[in-house]
Each structure stands twice: as structure tokens, then as C-alpha cells.
Nanobody, 123 residues
Framework: QVQLVEIGGGLVQAGGSLRLSCAAS????????LGWFRQTPGKEREFVAA????????SYADSVKGRFTISRDNAKNTVYLQMNSLKPEDTAVYYC????????????????WGQGTQVTVSS
């Protein structure tokens, strides 16, 4: 089992940058695929990015390609989401998630979730 805690959300102007971090407990962090999702009120949780166990494969939603970068540091049990060129439509609660399988864009594949962190992008 793994516990996830996201930090780094906040308020930023359009065009700005933020870096989210997700720290995980446990000694098996490197065996998990990690993902970032986001959610706005009244909408389903939306895939943002994912990274495989060794960091060799990543996947991004089309809406964030070229602007967001997912990375991980297995020595620090942490996964990051660097968000650049932020847009008001990126405003959401961002969640970190983990699974022991494939890089997946569907929330149902993920077994563990953090509590979320709010990102607000002002126009």
C-alpha cells in the first residue's frame, strides 16, 4: 500500500508556471506507475499525465502536451508535475495517483489517490 500527499498548488496568472509534487510513503515506490489527474466541479476526473515505474515512458493528455512535464525521483519517493504556460482552463484540483500496472489514462486503473491540491489560473 502507498499513501500519497500532493503539495505545490496555488494561484498563478495565465502564462505562469507551477510545480506540483507528490510524496509517497512506503518502500515500494519504484514499483508503482504514477499519474496526475485533475477535476473541476461537476466534471469527471480528467487524465493529465502518467509515468511508468522507471520513468522511461510517459503519457500526456493532448490538452497539456508541450506545456506540462511529469517526472519522478524514486530515491525521494516523489513524482512531479511541472506546469508551464498555464491557462485559465487548467484551473482544477490536481490529484496524484498510483497503480502497479500500466501507464493508463483512466482513473479506474489507479488504486491509490492523494487528497488533491488546488491550482487556480487567473486570466
Amino acid at each position: 500500500q502507498v499513501q500519497l500527499v500532493e503539495i505545490g498548488g496555488g494561484l498563478v496568472q495565465a502564462g505562469g508556471s507551477l510545480r506540483l509534487s507528490c510524496a509517497a510513503s512506503g518502500r515500494t515506490f519504484s514499483t508503482y506507475t504514477l499519474g496526475w489527474f485533475r477535476q473541476t466541479p461537476g466534471k469527471e476526473r480528467e487524465f493529465v499525465a502518467a509515468i511508468i515505474k522507471n520513468g522511461g515512458t510517459t503519457s500526456y493528455a493532448d490538452s497539456v502536451k508541450g506545456r506540462f512535464t511529469i517526472s519522478r525521483d524514486n530515491a525521494k519517493n516523489t513524482v512531479y508535475l511541472q506546469m508551464n504556460s498555464l491557462k485559465p482552463e487548467d484551473t482544477a484540483v490536481y490529484y496524484c495517483a498510483a497503480n502497479r500496472g500500466i501507464v493508463a489514462a483512466t482513473a479506474a486503473y489507479y488504486d491509490y489517490w492523494g487528497q488533491g491540491t488546488q491550482v487556480t489560473v487567473s486570466s
